[in-house]
């Protein structure tokens, strides 16, 4: 769990990270710009009315087959693939011939990754003074000591993750918090259901495990014991973990306890050694926010015996490092977490990894060069204007509101007018300097990258929120809403098509990023943003009144999706999506609201669109809406998506596109849908904002 709670447009994947083998000797391809409102990618033989994320994406999709090395592929991940090469060739240059000692840095990083032979020749070598820890492990009460060791040289350790957060009750206070974990599985569904999918699934789990334990030196009948007491333990954690729809309520994540309190919790792990062993002995307090997961490790630690427990451990140290091992532990974790569980055919190109391994591991390092060349000045200007038009549409918005009462709305205006706005990149990058990167030792590269990401956290307890901080590296293809700082933030790396295009009209502009941009302010009002005040508190800003009516237009958001099907008998969970929903419908209305005055306004920016030379026909207001369903145009597998629909809190691209446009009004009257059609339903459909 992050301790930056954020609501983003996009989940990076439907899927957990999970390890992954790479393809051989794929050459890298530039591929083709997107474009934004692709004309060609429209179904013409659909009828919009009836269902019109096909008449959007129909085209699009079929001249867009999902690839047999991804498990969705939709317009995210077009961009996310031209921006991936553009990194590539950075990366590439910097590992050839770097400038300077930030090049050197990221370029010696990306070189390790793709060093192949190296990685091969050294097989588990690398996570064997890890496994020889564990071995030493005399008794359950040496855990503690145990996991400050792994602190200090990987940066983690098992049982129990302690990281610092904003204090939700008072957001000027940084503090110390520990959260839920300890699972390999997407989600504690997976343990717990009793379907005959979940028990096949979870047999293969096992037999997947116990290979990965032959691999790594146990005998078959050594690897089905260690195997056996991994799934086992893992299923206890599981029951005693709070389903993903209860950790979106802040109320119940927040506890703050005494470090003698947590220990009450679990008196077998010494928390006062632990605290002081990671640095932060200062620490009185701790928000716990999952005690009956505290609780379930202590009663796991006290009722296996040491032998099982440090199957556990080989298990995650070995699982966490799957992906820097040689081939075969690869091979084998791919054929599982993403062949099995996913449904994806093939691995991705090696060279595809290593960038993204790159970004994610020394993002602001690499991100300062990339924006040198594919995010110009002129970008950051005209996103600020777009930003403060959506602005002015909610202002409008809130004050129109019926159901909401003047004194809320007041309240609701000083929060939406304290919104910063933060677009590109970070005004400070981080300084990497002191960590060692060398381009023979891969798996210590993230060790070490790990570790100064842990201590620079808990260097934070006690000391001012920083709010221009990223949670975000500047090539990433998504946008965020974060409700503890009231902040939203539109990296560099969306800011173009599909999404963004200066050279075409406004109703396109405004269905492609304003959207985005009218979703990211919404989340601030979505009913879990809703609960934070415009100082990122913690409070009840609204009436007792307007809070029952707003709980009760969630509700009819919630419902109306949870009756959607992803793939026979699994349904989207309306509860865990109530929030992506809510802010997808309200950036909607939103930023339709402000296309529509951006052209009364300034006639000239309702031009026409043209392809090939040629009127497409189209009015401003259905070419708004085509942009915005084509931002969701995807393919992916049946195993995908049902993996999402337990873990992702973003709805398919299907339903994103028609829940939306069937619950606003100015959909049907652009297409003409008869009211009672499909996507224009006789009872108006759900509304929020």
């Known amino acids: 769990m992050r301790f930056l709670a954020v609501a983003s447009l996009l989940a990076v994947s439907a899927l957990p990270v999970l390890a992954q083998a790479p393809a051989s000797s794929a050459k890298p ?149 520990t959260g839920q974990g300890g699972l ?41 014991v260690e195997a056996d007491s991994v799934l086992r333990i893992e299923t206890a954690l599981a029951k005693g973990s709070m389903a993903r729809v209860e950790m979106r309520d802040p109320a119940k994540r927040y506890h703050i306890m005494t470090i003698a309190e947590v220990e009450q919790l679990s008196p077998v792990f010494d928390w006062q050694q632990y605290i002081a062993g990671i640095g932060v002995a200062q620490a009185k307090t701790l928000n ?16 296996e015996q040491l032998s099982a427990v440090k199957s556990y451990m080989r298990w995650h140290t070995l699982h966490r490092a799957a992906s820097a091992l040689s081939k075969p532990f690869e091979d084998e974790d791919f054929d599982f977490f993403h062949r099995t569980l996913a449904g994806q055919k093939e691995p991705e190109p090696r060279w595809k990894r290593c960038t993204q391994g790159t970004d994610m591991a020394l993002g602001e390092a690499v991100g300062q060069d990339w924006v040198k060349t594919y995010f110009p000045p002129q970008a950051k200007d005209r996103m600020e204007k777009l930003i403060k038009a959506l602005e002015a549409s909610m202002a409008v ?75 975000m590296t500047p090539p990433t293809v998504n946008a965020y809403y974060s409700p503890s700082q009231n902040n939203i933030n539109f990296p560099a790396g969306i800011l173009q098509p599909p999404f963004y295009d200066p050279s075409l009209d406004a109703a396109a502009n405004f269905g492609g990023i304003g959207v985005v941009i009218g979703h ?8 879990q943003g809703a609960k934070y005040d415009l100082k990122g508190n913690v409070r009840q800003w609204w009436t007792d009144e307007d809070k029952k009516k707003f709980e009760t237009r969630t509700g009819c958001v919630a419902d109306e999706y949870s009756s959607f099907q992803v793939a026979e008998g699994q349904n ?46 189209y009015t401003p207001e259905q070419r708004f809406f085509l942009a915005f369903g084509q931002v969701w145009c995807e393919n992916s597998t049946e195993q995908s998506r049902r993996v999402a629909a337990k873990t992702d809190p973003h709805s398919a691209g299907q339903y994103r596109t028609n829940g939306s446009v069937q619950n606003f009004d100015e959909f049907g009257k652009a297409f003409g849908c008869k009211v009672g059609s499909p996507m224009r339903p006789a009872n108006g459909g759900c509304r929020v904002w």
């Not at 904003?166 to 110390?176: A, T, Y």
């Not at 028990?199 to 030196?217: D, I, N, P, Q």
């Not at 926010?289 to 009722?303: E, R």
């Open 288 to 303: 716990v926010s999952s005690p009956g997961y505290v609780t379930t490790v202590q009663q796991v630690l006290t009722a």
């Open 184 to 224: 390999s599985l997407p989600d504690r569904d997976y343990y717990l259901n009793d379907d005959d999918r979940s028990k096949t699934l979870r047999a293969k789990y096992v037999e997947h495990m116990k290979k990965m334990f032959v691999l790594a030196g146990d005998t078959p009948e050594q690897a089905a």
């Open 520 to 527: 990211e302010m919404t989340h601030g009002f979505d009913d």
């Open 29 to 177: 391809v530039a591929p083709k710009k997107p474009v934004l409102l692709d004309i060609n990618g429209i179904d013409k033989t659909a009828d919009p009315c009836s269902d019109f994320y096909q008449y959007a994406c129909g085209n699009w999709r079929k001249n867009n087959p999902l690839p047999s090395d991804k498990t969705r592929y939709g317009r995210f991940n077009e961009l996310h693939d031209y921006n991936l090469y553009s990194l590539y060739t950075e990366v590439t240059k910097a590992s050839e011939s770097p400038n300077g000692p930030v090049q050197k840095q990221y370029g010696d990083y990306f070189a390790a990754c793709m060093n192949t032979t190296k990685i091969d020749e050294l097989g588990i070598k690398p996570i064997k003074p890890a496994f020889a820890k564990i071995d030493e492990l005399k008794d359950i009460k040496g855990l503690t000591a145990l996991d400050v060791d792994f602190f200090a040289h990987r940066g983690g350790g098992f049982f129990f993750n302690v990281g610092v957060q904003q204090d939700q009750k008072d957001s000027s206070q940084q503090i110390l918090g």
């Open 397 to 471: 918005d809130l004050q129109n509101l019926e159901w909401m009462s003047p004194e809320t709305k007041v309240e609701a205006r000083k929060k939406l007018d304290a919104i910063a706005d933060k677009i590109g990149y970070p005004e400070h990058w981080k300084d990497y300097s002191s960590i060692t990167v060398k381009r023979d030792d891969f798996i210590g590269n993230g060790e070490r990258i790990s570790l100064f990401e842990t201590r620079r956290n808990l260097n934070k307890f006690g000391k001012p929120v920083d709010p221009t901080e990223w949670g």
């Open 572 to 617: 989207l969970n309306g509860r865990l999506t109530l929030g992506e929903n809510t802010a997808d419908n309200g950036g909607l209305r939103i930023s339709f609201q402000a296309m529509e005055k951006t052209i009364k306004d300034n006639p000239k920016t309702a031009l026409p669109g043209y392809v090939d030379g040629k009127r497409d026909g």
